[in-house]
């Protein structure tokens, strides 16, 4: 029930947010460009925004904008890429009032002989009737996503590429991977986030590269596949039934498989945007947008016309199909075996960062139900996770990942609803960008709801 009304919500949701918040993104996008590229002072306790920016991409990005995107288009059809589309318009402003909310409402905590912020859904949830019950089912909800979504699903899908590009053992490749993994986990969010800030920009400019080369070198085509898009979003063939089953294939696979690569409302980019060092909500909040832009609209799109220009759109829609081996034949066709390697340490590197990137989640929410037990109980609760989590990436070389796909739709689904609606119910509390002037004040970010 939940998987067929989940597009609707969503929609819904998108567009009462969109039109709360005034529309300002779509209505003034040189305003928006503006206040994402201005700069601004910064407090101490945290981050970097950029870099902020760079760990919710590796979270976002992972498997999600290259295999996600071959999941969809094979589970629902060339019209999913639509469906993709549209939730990432729709939940541009849930992003941006989720981040803003995570600023205004974070705390700043002692970490061992410093200071840093931390917040996210868990804090912000807290302020709605019964909050507490909420931010815990948040929590519980985020911790299980983590081991299947930001671990298993991210380490099947690098450990299956390394496997089929290199025809290596994969038991010896997923130890190196677990030991790697544990190593950047166990150092803390600032390796984590130093990590993410290197290595995100540097594939996602290498990996647009490549894909608009295929585009480029077809765009003759190009007006044809597009058309296939909106055709099929709408289409009654797809299944071979009514227009309303095909269509809600699409919708489905196109809106779950988005939430899963951009994350809008499902409240975990928050939690990274919420140690940022920003004096100002609004900005941070911009990167948000921006963040949704990035992997959907161009990542996504780059990854489903490259796959639709080499012949995925006319497969069997429904079939199960290795999604890693459908990507890597996609390039390998349009730049041989050098691209299966590039697409390959792409998807290796991505995963690994979504990886990392889900443990710093997980353990910020395992620390927000423990926080008060007492500093020795959750120093030992987390040390407990973080080990689980390296063992679950070790576990990934006999995982199945059909399976995962699904499990990991349920959870996202109920993550982005329960704090989707949460962040709809306190949407009086966050404010828009305004137009700029010199002696415009900035705004406390540590102020409470």
């Known amino acids: 029930m939940l998987r067929i009304w989940f597009p609707f919500f969503l929609c819904a949701a998108g567009t009462y947010t969109a039109c709360r918040l005034r529309l300002f993104c779509y209505l003034h996008p040189g305003m928006t ?18 870099r902020a920016l760079c760990l919710a ?35 541009m402003l849930i992003k941006y009032a ?5 600023v205004i409402t974070r705390q700043k905590i002692r970490d061992g002989g410093g200071t840093r912020y931390a917040g996210g859904p868990m804090q912000y949830l807290r302020q709605l009737p019964g909050g507490a019950v909420w931010s815990v089912l948040f929590c519980l909800l985020c911790i299980g996503a983590s081991f299947l979504q ?6 099947t899908a690098a450990l299956s590429c390394v496997t089929d590009t290199f025809a290596v053992h994969p038991v010896p490749t997923a130890l190196v991977f677990s030991l790697a993994a544990a190593i950047l986990i166990f150092g803390g969010r600032g390796r984590i986030a130093s990590f993410c800030s290197a290595m995100i920009p540097l594939l996602s400019v290498l990996y647009t590269v490549m894909g608009l080369t295929v585009i480029l070198r077809n765009a003759a085509s190009v007006p044809a596949v597009l058309a296939l898009v909106f055709r099929d979003a709408f289409s009654m063939r797809a299944l071979g039934v009514g227009g309303g089953a ?22 975990t980019a928050p939690i990274s945007h919420a140690g940022a060092e920003t004096a100002c909500p609004e900005k941070q909040a911009v ?38 081996a459908v990507v890597l034949g996609a390039f390998r066709m349009w730049f041989g075996d050098a691209a299966a390697v590039f697409i390959t340490v792409s998807i290796v590197f991505y995963a690994f960062a979504a990886l990392v990137c889900w443990s710093f989640y997980g353990t910020e929410c395992l620390r927000y139900l423990l926080s008060d037990c007492g500093e020795i109980v959750t120093a030992r609760g987390v040390t407990v996770y ?18 995962l796909w699904q499990i990991s739709d349920v959870l996202t689904m109920a993550m982005t609803a329960l704090n989707t609606c949460g962040v709809m119910v306190l949407l009086r509390y966050v404010k828009v960008p305004m137009r700029q002037t010199k002696n415009k004040k900035t705004i406390d970010s540590t102020r409470q709801l």
Not at 68 to 91: E, H, K, R
Not at 150 to 155: A, F, K, Y
């Open 287 to 324: 990167l948000g947008i921006a963040e949704v832009f990035v992997d959907t609209m161009v990542l996504c799109t780059i990854t489903g016309l490259v796959l639709l220009l080499s012949g995925v759109g006319s497969m069997e829609i429904g079939a199960v199909y290795d999604y890693q």
């Open 246 to 267: 095909s269509m809600l294939l699409a919708m489905r696979h196109g809106c779950a498989k988005g939430v899963f690569t951009h994350e809008a409302g499902c409240g």
């Open 386 to 403: 973080l080990s689980l989590y390296v063992l679950c990436t070790f576990l990934g070389v006999w995982t199945e990942a059909a399976g």
């Open 150 to 155: 930001g671990n298993l699903l991210q380490s």
């Open 33 to 50: 460009v503006r206040w994402l590229l201005s700069g601004e002072r910064h407090e101490g306790g945290g981050y970097s925004p950029v």
């Open 98 to 102: 989720e981040v803003y909310l995570a």
């Open 57 to 91: 991409l590796a979270g976002t990005l992972g498997v999600g904008n290259i295999t996600g995107v071959a999941a969809a288009i094979l589970l629902g059809g060339p019209g999913a890429l639509f469906w993709m589309w549209v939730s990432a318009l729709c939940t």
